[in-house]
């Protein structure tokens, strides 16, 4: 009988043991379950950033390829461009492709209007211009005209008062009207043309009659049978004048 009891004893020791070994193996279990769990959940993180890396590297060959492809066939020996020859891409491509930027239809309007504007004002500033030295001719030209229908006037009026007393009243008087007459004409740039004495210059003088004196040099106006004029800076009327050989 004893030796039954230290045997009922045993086994009830080693299941007792036997509980506990289970019970510690199941605690460490559930604290190792949660490190693993945190484990799995970092490791498929990592997987699924490597794969994301992966992706974007993929997609970067994919996109750098072109470029490679026209960088070797713009460089010589298939090296890359530089920074220089990408700027100058754009525009080899408009180059090639023989196109231009469009312009803006209002841009065009206003640089036909100010070309249109600008050939007015030059157009406007030439009339003016001709405008002006046409009615400067006119002016001289009429003006011209009048002053050699008074000279014939002013011709009688030296005739007149040549010969006669200008203690006379009447006479005097005619000599007050042909001095003011004078006055008038030199102030409209009528001024006499001096020959007599002076060398004949056919720009002014108009010789009728040669005379030979050797007491006089030759070539030299001797006497001036009538009175020539100059208009401001033109010939109004050729003096009529003798000549010496």
Do not use: C
């Not at 506990?20 to 693993?36: C, D, F, H, M, R």
């Not at 490679?68 to 090296?79: K, L, R, V, W």
């Not at 530089?82 to 469009?102: C, E, L, N, V, Y």
């Amino acid at each position: 009988m004893p030796e039954d009891k230290n045997t009922d004893n045993k086994e009830l020791k080693e299941e007792a043991e036997a509980a506990e070994e289970t019970q510690k193996t199941a605690e460490e279990a559930e604290k190792e379950t949660p490190e693993s769990a945190e484990t799995a959940e970092a490791e498929s993180a990592d997987a699924e950033d490597t794969a994301n890396e992966e992706t974007v590297s993929e997609a970067g060959e994919a996109d750098s390829e072109p470029e490679t492809e026209e960088s070797a066939s713009d460089g010589p020996g298939g090296e890359e461009a530089s920074g220089d020859q990408a700027q100058d891409k754009p525009k080899r491509f408009w180059q090639k492709a023989g196109k231009t930027p469009k312009k803006d239809k209002r841009d065009e309007q206003i640089a036909e209007l100010q070309d249109k504007v600008a050939r007015q004002l030059a157009e406007f500033d030439n009339f003016r211009k001709r405008t002006e030295k046409e009615k400067a001719q006119n002016y001289a030209i009429g003006a011209r005209d009048v002053l050699e229908k008074l000279l014939p006037v002013l011709d009688n009026f030296e005739r007149g008062l040549k010969d006669v007393d200008l203690e006379d009243p009447f006479a005097a008087g005619m000599d007050k009207v042909y001095k003011q007459m004078v006055t008038t004409l030199e102030g409209l740039g009528v001024t006499p043309i001096e020959a007599e004495g002076k060398e004949f210059d056919p720009n002014f003088h108009n010789a009728v009659m040669h005379v030979e004196d050797e007491n006089i040099g030759e070539n030299i106006v001797t006497q001036e049978l009538q009175k020539g004029y100059m208009y401001k800076d033109q010939v109004l009327r050729y003096a009529m004048v003798t000549v010496a050989n």
